[in-house]
């Protein structure tokens, strides 16, 4: 497929983030757009609170590939806000009702 010119889209990985990218959204038509043109995509966090990672953990899921996202940064933080998605040997499971599955502690 043809690729638009530019040094972003000569990588053959892109690592996508919504706190950098201005939100859930722009992050995912970026991804979309990317993987259109045979760019794999991951999603980071940015160090974000407990809402953030579970937020970033539904965007990796979304992408629907099975490369390693950048999602267990919550240890990195002295207190958060509540339980963030628990990642182990490299996986988390994300609820199956509706929202992102953050809960307040």
Same mark, same amino acid.
């Not at 972003?8 to 259109?36: E, F, I, P, W, Y």
């Not at 045979?38 to 629907?64: D, M, Q």
């Given at each position: 497929?043809?690729?638009?010119?530019?040094?972003?889209?000569?990588?053959?990985?892109?690592? @996508? %983030?919504?706190?950098?990218?201005?939100?859930? $959204?722009?992050?995912?038509?970026?991804?979309? &757009?990317?993987?259109?043109? #045979? !760019? +794999?995509?991951?999603? *980071? *966090?940015? @160090? +974000?609170?407990?809402? #953030? $990672?579970?937020?970033?953990?539904? =965007?990796?899921?979304?992408?629907? %590939?099975?490369?390693?996202? #950048?999602?267990? *940064?919550?240890?990195?933080?002295?207190? &958060? /806000?509540? /339980?963030?998605?628990?990642? !182990?040997? #490299?996986? =988390?499971?994300?609820?199956?009702?509706?929202?992102?599955?953050?809960?307040?502690?």
């Amino acid at each position: 497929a043809d690729r638009p010119d530019g040094p972003l889209l000569d990588a053959l990985l892109a690592s @996508v %983030n919504g706190t950098v990218l201005g939100g859930a $959204r722009r992050s995912m038509a970026l991804a979309k &757009d990317l993987m259109s043109h #045979g !760019i +794999e995509c991951v999603v *980071t *966090t940015t @160090v +974000e609170a407990a809402p #953030g $990672r579970w937020l970033v953990a539904h =965007c990796a899921a979304a992408l629907g %590939n099975d490369l390693a996202h #950048g999602l267990d *940064t919550g240890d990195w933080l002295a207190s &958060d /806000l509540g /339980l963030g998605p628990a990642v !182990i040997a #490299g996986r =988390c499971r994300l609820p199956l009702q509706p929202g992102l599955g953050f809960r307040f502690t």
